[in-house]
């Protein structure tokens, strides 16, 4: 559908362009020529030269182009923003009015000269521009994020405001572009709001990066599995759909859908998701009693990387000891939890942490906690991946180009990248796999994937819970903190790289 409409709006555009030209003085072909009929309005209303060849800037030209195109239009006599509006958005239709219209005549140099911008309309200029310079800054180069879970404590938390870095993997062309400016999904004060429309869907579209994500990069990236959420505030991507689907409903889809509202978010509105990139295609992931495991060595640690443990002491811990050696509020302890008796706690802290705390004289003795297979896990086949938060894997990261071979031990593993993140059909019948129609037992990978872990293993829903992040959804590379906030400024953060 997208296509269609680029096709016919080149059309009108083209067209619309040649019977201005014919107006103007200029031969008609000329209109039909890429950049050439820009240089002949440049020449025609005595622009600038240098305007021309900022065309070739990528993505900023193509604005430059469309102020080329709304001088052109003032020669005309066409200076209310209204008629700019249509040569932005609609000049399919706007500019074969111009060129063919009985009423329309060129006016040339003498009318532009006796125009005189109001303030008002000044300051809509201003405000045009500001709108456009950003939105362009904030698709293509860098976005501000704001963390707003803990599940990659402590190295980013709470309240850390984020500039993501969209040119590091090459920024993505708007795959949804009707869309309120400078917000994500949902409308500003409306959470149930979209903030898109789904009229027009560009085709996944990745320009030319400095580099590709590398292992245990901190990336930002589409939650694969929210392109489908239980539309309330309590659900979204907090309590996902498909967690739902499964765990209560056992996947009946026409029940939950009659118990709730249900809304399909395009790819690039599904909610923004920061994790450390734990795995690249081709990698072999597992987790053994909490540590992670690359290619069978242990993982990166990183330092701010928490976990929780299990620590006896022969006399209880002190509000100070909290407050002082592990920095946790003591009115609102929250990650550390009393078990049993007051002699025994479960806390979430650092490696670091840990030793300091291993050292205090009450402590009897210290282990990690370790979450058991009761937990539900991707891909959620406790038959064949008898698998938990802490005991996972291993687990190959599918690579562009591969190939794999598919059987009822392992068709779960792959079925949602075959269906929804390859867009292909699958089909099960006598044992058998059917891919788009045709029988087959193997499948070729056509894109790369990512595995994603939160710092904070206990506190993070990740891959683990969800599986592969394709190369599609990948936003940016979290580059640096600029501020960091709570119950005022945290100044050690300002302006901390990401590591």
């Known amino acids: 559908m997208g296509w269609i409409i680029f096709i016919i709006g080149a059309i009108g555009w083209h067209v619309g362009m040649y019977g201005m030209f014919k107006k103007a003085g200029i031969d008609g072909w000329k209109a039909f020529v890429p950049f050439y009929n820009t240089w002949c309005i440049v020449e025609k209303c005595d622009i600038k030269r240098i305007w021309f060849w900022l065309q070739f800037i990528p993505i900023a030209g193509q604005f430059i182009t469309i102020w080329i195109t709304i001088i052109f239009s003032m020669h005309f006599g066409k200076f209310n923003l209204l008629d700019h509006a249509a040569v932005v958005f609609l000049p399919f239709i706007y500019f074969p009015y111009l060129g063919f219209s009985k009423d329309v005549r060129w006016g040339g140099k003498e009318v532009v000269k006796h125009y005189k911008k109001s303030v008002a309309r000044e300051w809509v200029d201003a405000a045009v521009f500001a709108v456009v310079a950003a939105t362009l800054i904030r698709t293509f180069i860098f976005e501000a994020y704001t963390i707003p879970t803990e599940s990659m404590e402590k190295t980013l938390l709470i309240n850390d405001f984020l500039f993501v870095n969209k040119l590091s993997y090459g920024p993505r062309l708007p795959q949804t572009p009707l869309s309120f400016p400078f917000v994500h999904n949902t409308l500003p004060g409306m959470p149930t709001t979209p903030s898109y429309l789904k009229w027009i869907q560009i085709p996944y579209t990745r320009l030319p990066g400095f580099t590709t994500v590398k292992r245990f990069d901190v990336v930002v990236f589409n939650f694969p599995a929210g392109d489908t959420i239980i539309n309330l505030p309590s659900f979204g991507s907090a309590k996902p759909y498909y967690d739902v689907l499964r765990e209560q409903y056992h996947g009946n889809r026409d029940a939950l859908k009659a118990d709730y ?8 509105k599904t909610d923004n998701y920061i994790k450390r990139c734990v795995g690249v295609p081709g990698d072999n992931i597992e987790v053994r009693n909490g540590m992670l495991y ?19 002491t022969t006399t209880p811990f002190t509000p100070d000891f909290f407050q002082n050696k592990l920095g946790i509020d003591v009115d609102n302890p929250g990650d550390a939890v009393q078990v049993a008796n007051n002699n025994t706690y479960v806390i979430n802290m650092t490696a670091e942490e840990a030793a300091t705390v291993k050292k205090e004289a009450n402590v009897k003795s210290m282990t990690p906690y370790l979450i058991d297979s009761s937990t539900d896990v991707f891909p959620y086949d406790k038959k064949d991946f008898p698998w938990s938060p802490d005991h996972y894997g291993p687990i190959h990261i599918p690579k562009k180009g591969e190939v794999i071979t598919l059987s009822p031990s392992n068709i779960e593993m792959y079925r949602r990248l075959i269906t929804v993140y390859e867009h292909n059909k ?15 037992n193997t499948y070729n990978i056509k894109l790369n994937y990512y595995w994603m872990m939160g710092d904070n293993r206990h506190r993070s829903q990740d891959s683990r819970f969800w599986g592969f992040v394709p190369e599609t959804h990948i936003v940016g590379k979290a580059s640096l903190i600029w501020f960091s906030w709570n119950n ?5 953060r300002f302006f901390k790289p990401i590591k």
């Open 261 to 268: 509202p249900i809304l399909v978010h395009p790819m690039d």
């Open 488 to 492: 005022g400024p945290r100044w050690d």
């Open 426 to 440: 699958l089909d099960e019948k006598d044992g058998k796999y059917f891919i788009n129609g045709k029988e087959t």
């Open 294 to 312: 690359v290619n069978n060595r242990i993982g990166s640690v990183a330092l701010g990387q928490q976990m929780d443990y299990i620590v006896e």
